[in-house]
């Protein structure tokens, strides 16, 4: 079983930064391509960046230019270096494996909140 802890979300102003970083248990970790994602109240939750075990990036519309994905596989962890925030990035972020069914076998942390307001 693998267990994820995310950590570093906070409120920001728009325009401000976070880093968000995700410790996972297991050594699986460093074979499997990562994934952060988001759900904002009300809405499904979205993959908005992956990265291979290699360090080969991946991110969605809304994000890409504004936030990047990393990982440590002595660490096993992974980041997410968020820059420009806009209060549509307010949501609950969650890492997880970037094969949807994969996270849904490994089951989900508790998340990180992420507020963008003034």
């Known amino acids: 079983q693998v267990q994820l802890v995310e950590s570093g979300g906070g409120l920001v102003q728009p325009g401000g930064s976070l880093r968000l970083s995700c410790a996972a248990s297991?050594?699986?970790?460093?074979?499997?391509?990562m994934g952060w994602y988001r759900q904002a109240s009300g809405k499904a939750r979205e993959l908005v960046a992956t990265?291979?075990?290699?360090?080969?990036?991946n991110y969605g519309g809304s994000v890409k230019g504004r936030f990047t994905i990393s990982r440590d596989n002595a660490k096993n962890t992974v980041y997410l270096q968020m820059n420009s925030l806009k209060p549509e990035d307010t949501a609950v972020y969650y890492c997880?494996?970037?094969?949807?069914?994969?996270?849904?076998?490994w089951g989900w942390g508790q998340g990180t909140q992420v507020t963008v307001s003034s």
């Open positions: 997880n494996a970037a094969s949807p069914s994969i996270a849904t076998m």
């Open positions: 297991g050594s699986i970790f460093s074979i499997r391509a």
């Open positions: 990265i291979t075990s290699g360090g080969s990036t």
